[in-house]
């Protein structure tokens, strides 16, 4: 009996579209200028997105917020490969309750977060609340999991203590074995990593809004007023945020597909 192929690629295609309308109509909104007596627009205009690109807040809003997300995800790299390189090797018992703790961030509400951050640096000698150094911690915390679970697999993947071994027996040191042997190996697990982690912190709202406010405006809250003000050019803010994440989703599926080549070989 011949299975008929056409009636779920249909249902497929249908679900497709209704995802992908609600996108498909901002982007839509963002490129019309007068919309109001048909479907479909009755003219396009770029006016939206030069007054947004011309409006100084909105590149300082989005200067904000790749130096924020940029410096939290490099941060986060920087103290989380070593911390689980050091693991692996010498106290692998430590993993499973590593693992439980990175995982902690997901089961965490933001409002919760926010709650708990502000009544321990609202006051005495840790007072930073109000300040991008709060957010910045915040964010650290937040893409753990992300960062640890990348580097884990990684550090797996590549059998770093036998690599660390052998590279001991030839004379480098484990810190030598780290930076020459296992960091290549594992380029690629690190890179998506900290591409999906800044992908993540690139959407995020409410730790920002709530912990800073206005005094550091990212793209998020940039976002948010502008909507108040403008539908078309909260459309054309929207637009560049998808345009940006489609870059850095096109980045991880490279270096994704780059690091399973790399393992390909090496074996």
């Not at 770029?46 to 007054?51: D, E, G, N």
């Not at 030839?170 to 290549?184: E, K, N, Y």
Request: proline content about 5%.
């Amino acid at each position: 009996m011949k299975k008929n192929k056409a009636v779920p690629s249909i249902v497929s295609l249908l679900l497709i579209f209704w995802l992908l309308l609600p996108m498909l109509a901002t982007v839509l909104y963002a490129f019309s200028g007068q919309w109001d007596h048909s479907i479909l627009p009755e003219e396009l205009t770029l006016k939206w997105f030069a007054s947004l690109f011309s409006d100084p807040r909105f590149i300082a809003a989005m200067g904000r917020t790749m130096l924020l997300c940029g410096s939290a995800t490099a941060l986060g790299v920087l103290f989380t490969v070593p911390t689980i390189f050091y693991i692996v090797m010498w106290h692998p018992k430590w993993e499973r309750f590593l693992s439980i703790l990175t995982v902690l961030p997901y089961g965490l509400p933001g409002v919760v977060a926010v709650v708990g951050l502000l009544q321990v640096y609202s006051s005495g000698p840790l007072a930073i609340a109000g300040t991008p150094w709060i957010v910045l911690g915040a964010y650290m915390i937040s893409v753990l999991p992300y960062l640890y679970q990348s580097s884990r697999n990684a550090l797996h993947g590549i059998n770093a203590r036998q690599l660390v071994e052998s590279a001991c027996l030839l004379g480098a040191s484990p810190w030598r074995s780290f930076l020459h042997v296992i960091i290549p190996g594992i380029t690629g697990g690190i890179v998506s990593g900290a591409i999906l982690s800044f992908s993540v912190l690139f959407g995020e709202f409410v730790l920002a809004n709530l912990l800073i406010g206005g005094g550091f405006e990212t793209i998020q809250m940039y976002l948010y007023r502008r909507l108040l003000e403008s539908g078309h050019t909260a459309s054309a803010v929207v637009v560049v945020y998808l345009i940006i994440i489609a870059l850095v989703s096109y980045l991880l599926v490279v270096f994704s597909q780059s690091g399973k080549t790399h393992n390909r070989r090496e074996k």
